[in-house]
């Protein structure tokens, strides 16, 4: 390991440099910070007008690396000082833990407070529930491994005056929107060019530190005469499955490919942990739709063939069907879901390139 002070780093490479994307950020304590593997992922937005569904499946770098020494349900100690000075829970900074071994392996939490070496953590992943983490048969426990990483928000992601990588406007009716699913509608988002940040529609305030939600998908539509454009994001390669809460109960989330690689459909009937309901039809199995850039396409797994389906069609298999690298999928699960049977978990699908 390696000491570093805490940071941020831009998640854009130089390319979005060049549009006067640069970020500085406040150091704070030492803390030590784990090497990975860093890549680089291009994704691409289409011509206005046009809606593309993007996600981003590098992990943000980690500021501090460390084993837990004591928890509590919602609460983990480290030892030493890591933070002291550092306040993880701001609005314009947020935070994140991400936990890298055990149990919970693949779970990330944002900090809503913290000392000098504890975190307290929202333990509803965003979700109507809590999971604890110390909850039985699943618990995190001590020596489990976690990073502490800072978050993308509207403003420090798609920048804002002078750095902006959308169109911006007077309304949403005339600016590029970035809209995120709440689980029962999708909230859209534009720089507004009167007011000099990130609204919403139908909200008035300040919307720039509104979080992008690790292992989430966004929608981004562009207005017409808008140019194709991509968007190049550096970061940790996964080196571990990724753990993401779900609500069940007929609802959906909007998730992203989670690694840098194109995976297959299949790869989203989930791992042992909490595999997808398969059915007999669309409207009795667990479902993952994928955006043609002009509707969602729902499939889901045949309990009685193994194969995987598309909605209008009955006979071809899409098992092999390829998700691209940073394309995110519409999940939604029927059963009413509790406790551990909240998460859906995806493997790696690589091998470990830090071993020979």
Known sequence: MKSAPLFYYARLTALCAALGLAFAYPAAAQTSVTTVPVGAVQIAIAAGPATTAIGFPLQSESVYSGQIISLGSSTISFSGTPFLGSNLATAASPFYIRIKS????????????????????????????????????????INDTVDVFPADTLASFFGTSGGLLLNAGTSAFNADTVSFWSGVKYDSYFYNSNLGYWSKLGSAGNFNNTIIIPNEGVLIKRKPGAPATSITVMGNVPMHRVLIRHSGNNSTKLIVSPFPVDLPLSAFQFNALNPLLSGTSLFNADTVSTWN????????????????????????????????????????????????????????????PTLN
Not at 109 to 136: F, H, Q
Not at 312 to 329: N, R
């Open 102 to 141: 055990g149990n919970q392996q693949g779970r990330v939490l944002k900090v809503v407070s913290n000392t000098n070496d504890t975190c307290t953590l929202d333990i509803t992943d965003g979700t109507p529930n809590s999971v604890a983490l110390d909850i039985a048969g699943f618990a995190v426990t």
């Open 293 to 352: 850039g002009v509707r969602w396409m729902s499939y889901y797994k045949n309990k009685n063939s193994g194969l995987w389906l598309r909605s209008g069609d009955a006979t071809t298999d899409f098992t092999s069907q390829v998700i691209p690298l940073g394309v995110p999928v519409t999940v939604l699960r029927r059963n009413i879901n509790s406790g551990i049977t909240n998460f859906i978990g995806i493997d790696r699908p690589y091998a470990d």
